[in-house]
Nanobody, 112 residues
Framework: QVQLVESGGGLVQPGGSLRLSCLCF????KSWLMEWYRQVPGKQRE????????????YYSESVKGRFTISRDNAKNTLSLQMNSLTTEDTGVYYC?????WGQGTQVTVDS
């Protein structure tokens, strides 16, 4: 069965960093375009970035470009999101997904 499990969220101060992980089960991430996105209450879902199946091309939204980095570990079938220079506007629930499937999300709160 296909499952995606995000982890690594929590409370962090402005200017700090967090690394999120997405453990995938039931499929190989090498065969699918993978994405990270977030949801902020009262706003539409925002696509943060994506990685192609071969890992050679990446896309980042303007709001996170230069601060967030997507990577993958094929041996562990895990996708990661390194987040640096966090601001209060980065607060939200972060999700990992592929076509038709996504995880339960992990809460990221940036506050003093």
């Amino acid at each position: 069965q296909v499952q995606l499990v995000e982890s690594g969220g929590g409370l962090v101060q402005p200017g700090g960093s967090l690394r999120l992980s997405c453990l995938c089960f039931g499929f190989s991430i090498k065969s699918w375009l993978m994405e990270w996105y977030r949801q902020v209450p009262g706003k539409q879902r925002e696509l943060l970035g994506m990685m192609t199946t071969d890992g050679t091309d990446k896309y980042y939204s303007e709001s996170v470009k230069g601060r967030f980095t997507i990577s993958r570990d094929n041996a562990k079938n895990t996708l990661s999101l390194q987040m640096n220079s966090l601001t209060t506007e980065d607060t939200g629930v972060y999700y990992c997904g592929r076509h038709r499937f996504w995880g339960q999300g992990t809460q990221v709160t940036v506050d003093s």
